[in-house]
């Protein structure tokens, strides 16, 4: 019997070098369908702080002007994380008013991150 073998060596995978655990932070309106109803957030992964960016007109052609009192209502939330790693509490709603504090558990280890208020950009 003659048995045949590869010369082929097998790749070295090495791990996705740049995980961060937690990748985007997307809130919306709650009771609103329009699709430019997802407001994308800013991670500050040295400080561990996320900060919801929204724009200073929403509905964006419109002249209604966003005011501190819209995000009294609780408003949805969705983030992107790794593989193997998980938020808690578990994201549904949050109150954009005050500051919001999550746990991003990953195999190593967690870290706290500090959801704060939406910023409103001046015109």
Not at 20 to 29: D, E, L, M, Q, V
Not at 43 to 63: A, G, M
Not at 71 to 86: G, I, L, P, S
């Amino acid at each position: 019997m003659i048995g045949f073998s590869s010369c082929h060596s097998p790749e070295d995978l090495e791990p996705f070098a740049d995980q961060k655990g937690i990748n985007n932070f997307i809130a919306s309106f709650a009771d609103d369908d329009r699709d430019e109803n997802s407001f994308k957030s800013e991670i500050d992964y040295v400080n561990h702080v996320i900060t919801v960016v929204f724009p200073y007109n929403y509905p964006r052609l419109s002249d209604n002007v966003l005011q501190v009192s819209d995000f009294k209502k609780k408003m949805r939330v969705t983030a992107n994380v790794d593989n193997n790693v998980y938020i808690t509490p578990s994201l549904l709603y949050m109150d954009m008013t005050q500051e919001n504090i999550i746990t991003v558990k990953d195999l190593a280890g967690s870290i706290q991150y500090k959801v704060v208020p939406g910023e409103i950009p001046q015109e």
